[in-house]
């Protein structure tokens, strides 16, 4: 990847370089130039993949001079900044820039995917014949359309995006957040012909074709409106399929912040307003509401009518729907179900009961008698699996249904790496950085599973940690006194004939053995004198003994200390009585 890099704040193009330099990024080659003259030559003397432009306020004009030169052709370029504001990072995209990305929140992987998601973006606007213009607006103007309320459709389960946009109108005080939330397609196709939408966010699993159909038809609806997706994978290769599929922007659901989905809906929101279509495409929706009379009927067609006219045109598809095809059973078991909050712990509050619809070794169905079904889209379920005992799991859900008898919630068992219980997350390892046995999940969150019963805490073994800061300490041979493994064992020689025992330096007399005591020279080890081991002498005190104690040597905050002083913790691991669908699929 061969980047051109516009510098105009002094700075950031030096830590970029060292941080391509630390990750060995061997692909990603960094070019820079310090003014628009000089960029200009680089791009005529040779391609780029992508522009990186630093800025700094939301009236500079470098960015759109340079956008709107004849230099920068079709490269895309992404506007870098180290203020995160509503204003600058909408200007820089109505100034002709793909992306505006804040600085502080970058690192090498991340500005890759985003460069890549903004080529493919760039190029997926060349082909539909899609030119850019110079709005007839400022970033202002737009972000005061609407008294600055912009309305968002979610399609998914999940209404955490939905909090976590209200949660991050703080930072964005020009604008506020309406959030619709649809769990059907045929859902999604009447609020498109009811309302006018500033963004559609899309939650899709996986990255499989399902996902990227998904995708397809729903970026197809939107006509026009961005659509945001949120996956659960950070592949490079999919988020740029995603791209290539229609939807404007795509976010790892794991890392999603409400910063990030604001940001995300604004710049969206910017780079619509600044793309005009020149191949003259229909709009389905606009053609189906001023369809002509149908021949013979004097009554023009009521407005059911006609909405069910263009529902019916519309692809009877529904990929939101779960698509597994496994074969199912439906023993009558009693389930318990508790959503989990992004952190891991148990929404408390929100638990429900049911009764299980239909089981398969990948995932489960359930029907729950409440009026509201559970917000999030992962819950730990228990399962109700003989005389009165409980197994438990991880499911991400994939559909909700409304019917007659309540809610129907189906979906998946999580896979190892997303699921809450999995053993990395109960049981404690040794992080050799830290020099402490530490869980996947914090402790505190352990504690609430406890509580509700679905964990339960064992002593797995005790362990001697340091009386400072309780990690745990290496330990070996050394000064009792003080802790010191500075200690040295002096070497002493016993003289048979007049058992005097001294230090070597004391028998040594010009070239030759002597003992002190009788003056016997001319001493032969061996047949006079022998070598025995003396005392030690400790360098960092005045202690000395023949006799070496225990001590421990904490590396985490280089505390010495006789193992005497050693405070002994327990180590506390959970256990959870898991669920085996194959064995419950045996038995039914």
């Known amino acids: 990847m061969k980047l051109l890099y516009l510098e105009q704040v002094p700075g950031y193009a030096a830590l970029l370089r060292a941080d391509l330099a630390?990750?060995?990024?061997?692909?990603?080659?960094?070019?820079?130039?310090?003014?628009?003259?000089?960029a200009a030559a680089r791009l005529d003397e040779e391609d780029f993949d992508a522009i990186l432009v630093d800025i700094a306020l939301a009236s500079d004009i470098s960015l759109a001079a340079f956008a709107q030169s004849q230099c920068a052709g079709t490269t895309p370029i992404v506007a870098l900044t180290d203020r995160d504001?509503?204003?600058?990072?909408?200007?820089?995209?109505?100034?002709g820039a793909q992306d505006c990305l804040v600085t502080s929140n970058l690192n090498v992987e991340l500005l890759r995917r985003r460069i890549l998601i903004a080529m493919e973006r760039r190029r997926r606007l060349l082909r539909q014949g899609?030119?850019?213009?110079?709005?007839?607006?400022?970033?202002?103007?737009?972000?005061?359309?609407?008294?600055?309320?912009?309305?968002?459709?979610?399609?998914?389960?999940?209404?955490?995006?939905?909090?976590?946009l209200e949660s991050g109108q703080h930072s964005y005080r020009?604008?506020?957040?309406?959030?619709?939330?649809?769990?059907?397609?045929?859902?999604?196709?009447?609020?498109?012909?009811?309302?006018?939408?500033?963004?559609?966010?899309?939650?899709?699993?996986g990255v499989g074709s399902e996902a990227c159909e998904c995708v397809s038809q729903v970026a197809e609806l939107a006509h026009g409106t961005p659509v945001i997706v949120l996956g659960d994978s950070n592949e490079e290769d999919f988020c740029t399929n995603v791209i290539r599929l229609g939807a404007d922007d795509y976010g790892d659901r794991d890392h999603v912040t409400p910063?990030?989905?604001?940001?995300?809906?604004?710049?969206?929101?910017?780079?619509?307003?600044?793309?005009?279509?020149?191949?003259?495409?229909?709009?389905?929706v606009s053609r189906a509401l001023t369809m002509p009379e149908p021949a013979g009927s004097d009554d023009p067609p009521s407005e059911a009518e006609r909405e069910q006219e263009v529902i019916q045109s519309?692809?009877?598809?529904?990929?939101?729907?779960?698509?597994?095809?496994?074969?199912?059973?439906?023993?009558?078991?009693?389930?318990?179900?508790?959503?989990?909050?992004p952190?891991?712990?148990?929404?408390?509050?929100?638990?429900?009961?049911g009764r299980m619809t239909s089981l398969s070794d990948g995932g489960m169905a359930f029907r729950i008698d409440k009026r509201h079904p559970p917000a999030s889209n992962r819950l730990v379920v228990g399962i109700e699996v003989e005389d009165g005992h409980w197994a438990f799991t991880t499911l991400e859900v994939r559909r909700t249904e409304k019917g007659e008898q309540g809610h129907e919630i189906a979906g998946r068992f999580a896979p190892e790496n997303r699921d809450l219980l999995r053993t990395p997350n109960l049981i404690?390892?040794?992080?050799?950085?830290?020099?402490?046995?530490?869980?996947?999940?914090?402790?505190?969150t352990l504690s609430h599973w406890a509580r509700m019963g679905i964990l339960h805490p064992t002593v797995m073994d005790h362990v001697l940690v340091c009386p400072e800061c309780h990690a745990v300490p290496t330990f070996r041979y050394g000064c009792p006194a003080c802790g010191s493994m500075r200690v040295t064992r002096s070497t002493m020689i016993h003289h048979y004939a007049c058992a005097y025992v001294g230090d070597v330096s004391e028998f040594e007399r010009e070239g030759e053995m002597a003992c002190p005591k009788c003056h016997t020279r001319s001493l032969v080890v061996g047949s006079d004198y022998e070598h025995i081991l003396g005392s030690y002498d400790c360098w960092d005190c005045d202690w000395r003994d023949s006799q070496l104690e225990m001590v421990g040597h904490c590396r985490a905050c280089d505390l010495q200390f006789p193992v005497g002083q050693c405070p002994e913790d327990p180590l506390v691991g959970y256990h959870v009585e898991r669920l085996d669908p194959n064995t419950l699929v045996d038995a039914n």
């Open 314 to 341: 519309l692809p009877p598809s529904d990929p939101i729907e779960d698509p597994r095809r496994d074969q199912r059973h439906s023993p009558p078991r009693s389930v318990m179900a508790i959503p989990v909050f």
């Open 22 to 38: 630390r990750s060995k990024r061997e692909d990603c080659r960094l070019t820079l130039v310090y003014n628009l003259k000089a």
């Open 130 to 164: 899609v030119s850019v213009r110079t709005p007839l607006e400022n970033a202002k103007e737009l972000l005061g359309r609407n008294n600055g309320r912009l309305r968002v459709l979610q399609i998914g389960d999940d209404s955490g995006y939905g909090h976590l």
């Open 428 to 444: 404690p390892t040794l992080n050799p950085a830290t020099c402490r046995f530490a869980t996947g999940l914090a402790d505190e």
């Open 259 to 284: 910063s990030f989905l604001a940001r995300a809906i604004l710049l969206a929101r910017a780079r619509a307003a600044t793309e005009t279509a020149e191949t003259g495409r229909g709009e389905l």
């Open 343 to 353: 952190n891991g712990r148990p929404d408390e509050n929100n638990c429900v009961e």
């Open 174 to 205: 020009q604008v506020s957040f309406l959030v619709d939330r649809e769990t059907s397609l045929a859902a999604v196709k009447r609020t498109l012909l009811e309302r006018t939408l500033d963004a559609i966010l899309l939650d899709v699993c």
């Open 85 to 95: 504001e509503e204003v600058l990072g909408v200007a820089a995209i109505m100034a």
